[in-house]
T-cell receptor, first 117, second 115 residues
Framework: AQKITQTQPGMFVQEKEAVTLDCTYD???????LFWYKQPSSGEMIFLIY??????QNATEGRYSLNFQKARKSANLVISASQLGDSAMYFC??????????????FGTGTKLQVIP | NAGVTQTPKFQVLKTGQSMTLQCAQD?????MSWYRQDPGMGLRLIHY???????DQGEVPNGYNVSRSTTEDFPLRLLSAAPSQTSVYFC??????????????FGSGTRLTVV
């Protein structure tokens, strides 16, 4: 069975500093996808970034980057130059199997990030 | 705006009542799913569908029923509400034929309280 582990229930970061949110996963699949979502206090779920298991380079989207270490089965989210608006809950998720076709996605329990002015 | 529309946003039910949470998407996505979010447990998959007429169970299906008669709609039915079903419910969709690099599109959620 696949599993996503986020060991940091809550974190604080100073505004303008970088922060790393940890995510480890467990799967026996060769092909899979890893996602990060943001959930602000308003409650909506916002897709941030995606990494495929065969992607050789780490994914980046603006201030977000995914530090993918396949051998360690980790997919940490790095937020550079934190902003007050980054305060939110962050979820790591994994899609089992290749893109397209049936998709079953498992979510971690989340990390609550608070950015301090 | 294109996206996933969930109704209602809030609902209070009495134990034993039934109701349907509505979910509609206008992006022609084949894949639709329902998740529940509980504190400290992340999102757990209830039911999902890969196309009209095709549904399957997720991780926590008991007490819920779904159907997919059209590509656009994927309602979630609570058959006999229980306090354990108090949660925030999210509907999500994605395309199966295009790139799935863009993650799910989520609805805004339904906060359900069963008393």
């Amino acid at each position: 069975a696949q599993k996503i582990t986020q060991t940091q229930p809550g974190m604080f970061v100073q505004e303008k500093e970088a922060v790393t949110l940890d995510c480890t996963y467990d799967t026996s699949d060769q092909s899979y996808g890893l996602f990060w979502y943001k959930q602000p206090s308003s409650g909506e779920m916002i897709f941030l970034i995606y990494q495929g298991s065969y992607d050789e380079q780490n994914a980046t989207e603006g201030r977000y980057s995914l530090n993918f270490q396949k051998a360690r089965k980790s997919a940490n989210l790095v937020i550079s130059a934190s902003q007050l608006g980054d305060s939110a809950m962050y979820f790591c998720a994994m899609r089992r199997g290749p893109s397209g076709g049936y998709q079953k996605v498992t979510f971690g329990t989340g990390t609550k990030l608070q950015v301090i002015p | 705006n294109a996206g996933v529309t969930q109704t209602p946003k809030f609902q209070v039910l009495k134990t034993g009542q039934s109701m349907t949470l509505q979910c509609a998407q206008d992006m022609n996505h084949e894949y639709m799913s329902w998740y529940r979010q509980d504190p400290g447990m992340g999102l757990r998959l209830i039911h999902y569908s890969v196309g009209a007429g095709i549904t399957d169970q997720g991780e926590v299906p008991n007490g819920y029923n779904v159907s997919r008669s059209t590509t656009e709609d994927f309602p979630l039915r609570l058959l006999s509400a229980a306090p354990s079903q108090t949660s925030v419910y999210f509907c999500a969709s994605n395309s199966l034929t295009g790139s799935s690099n863009y993650g799910y599109t989520f609805g805004s959620g339904t906060r359900l309280t069963v008393v």
